[in-house]
């Protein structure tokens, strides 16, 4: 975790009570300064001014959610292979190494190889928006070549980055449900002082550290595990890519930033895959400053032509609803509306010959009835 990221995360709290106290350094084990004197806490402990709670830095990234040590023990498998320099003495502390595997979760599941590596090709695109010429590698079919190219640059990646630079940019960017961090890497441009991605896959956000420090080329490797570790303990000496850009663990309905802070909360088809969408919602609309706005897709929809024409594809009418309850959502907590984008596409990638294609609404909302916080 970069040290100036220290002002613009906070303590999460817990689903009862939302904290927010500042977040203090108490102990770092290991430390990392880049060229131009960005320097990264490897290893190292938080804590929370306000309720004491503490939370580890752990190869590079905070682990910012309330029940960390639950949350650390079920991913164990990853851990245990990581250097005990990545490692903070509160984790050391866990025992992993002594502790039966756990059986894997939900979550876990989501964090599996297969879902990870479609994100990495779908995030890959952005990453690379302009060497779409190299595609002939990654895809052997024409028909789905032809696909992402004629539709990959229409997507909701790229409305958002159209609409910052419009904008001029912004200060402050935070991104929930990152994955691996390419929509970030495709904003940095527009960016003028950090951009905070979140995720609550650690795998995820390991390789997202992983692209934004470019060690290696993760798409060319197949074993996911592998790579994830090698993000973790990897020595870090550079850092190629944009140098107020991090990376954190965290759960969106318990966002561990800065309130009343950020100009653009960003969340690309993720409010529709969270097991509480009206808590993410409550606590997104705390996050922003005033004339701050939410961008974020959710959930598909098939009132869009794009979608009808998928006939394979049969969506409940539920999910039409569903955009209208997540405006609802929004707007009962006092912001505002401003544009709608329907039938975005919005491609996966699930392997060299199969492609599936979906198409989401964007919405875009503002806040304008708060005061700026202190
Ligand atoms: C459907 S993927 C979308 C990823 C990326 N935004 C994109 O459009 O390519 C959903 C992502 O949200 C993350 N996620 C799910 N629930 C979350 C939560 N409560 N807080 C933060 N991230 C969450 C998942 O780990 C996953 O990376
Ligand atoms: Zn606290």
Redesign the pocket.
């Known amino acids: 975790m970069l040290v100036q990221t220290l002002q613009h995360i906070a303590c999460p709290g817990t689903s009862n009570i939302s904290c927010g106290g500042l977040l203090e350094v108490r102990d770092i084990k290991s430390r990392a300064v880049f060229r131009g004197g960005f320097e990264e806490i490897a290893a190292g402990e938080l804590e929370c001014n306000n309720c004491g709670h503490d939370y580890p830095i752990v190869g590079g990234i905070a682990i910012l959610v309330p029940d960390w040590r639950a949350y650390l023990v079920a991913r164990a498998n990853l851990l245990t292979r990581l250097p005990p320099n990545a490692l903070p003495d509160n984790v050391l502390r866990l025992g992993l190494w002594r502790k039966p595997e756990t059986p894997p979760t939900e979550d876990i599941e ?2 599996s190889s297969e879902i990870l590596e479609s ?1 990495l090709l ?2 890959f695109l952005c990453f690379n928006a302009d060497q779409l010429d190299d595609l002939e590698d990654i895809f052997s079919s024409k028909l789905i070549l032809d696909s992402v190219r004629s539709l990959w640059m229409n997507g ?1 990646y790229f409305t958002l980055r159209e609409h910052l630079s419009r904008l001029g940019g912004c200060s402050r960017i935070l ?5 691996v961090g390419g ?1 970030l890497h495709l904003l940095e441009e527009f960016v003028h002082e950090t951009a905070i991605g ?4 650690l795998r ?1 956000v390991a390789v997202a550290r992983r692209m934004m420090l470019q060690i290696g080329s993760p798409l060319l490797e197949s074993d996911r595990l592998a790579q994830a570790v090698a993000a973790l303990s990897e020595e870090v000496t550079e850092r190629v890519r944009c140098p107020f850009l991090d990376f954190i663990v ?4 318990l966002p561990p930033v800065a309130r009343r802070h950020w100009d653009v909360l960003s ?4 409010i529709d ?3 509480n969408p009206r808590q ?1 919602a409550e606590r997104s609309v705390d996050l922003l400053r005033t004339g701050g706005m939410i961008y974020l897709t959710a959930p598909f929809s098939i009132r869009s032509p794009l979608s009808r024409r998928l006939s394979a594809v049969k969506y409940s009418n539920e999910s039409d609803d569903l955009v209208h309850r997540v405006i609802t959502m929004f707007c009962e907590k006092g912001l505002q509306l401003k544009s709608i984008v329907q039938d975005l596409p ?1 491609i996966i990638p699930r392997g060299p010959r199969y492609i599936e294609l979906l198409s989401v609404d964007a919405l875009t909302f503002s806040q304008h009835n708060i005061s700026e916080g202190p």
């Open positions: 989501w964090e994100y779908n995030q909701p991104e929930i449900g990152c994955s929509g979140a995720d609550l896959s995820a965290a759960d969106g309905t969340s690309i088809n993720v895959v969270t097991n993410m919005w």
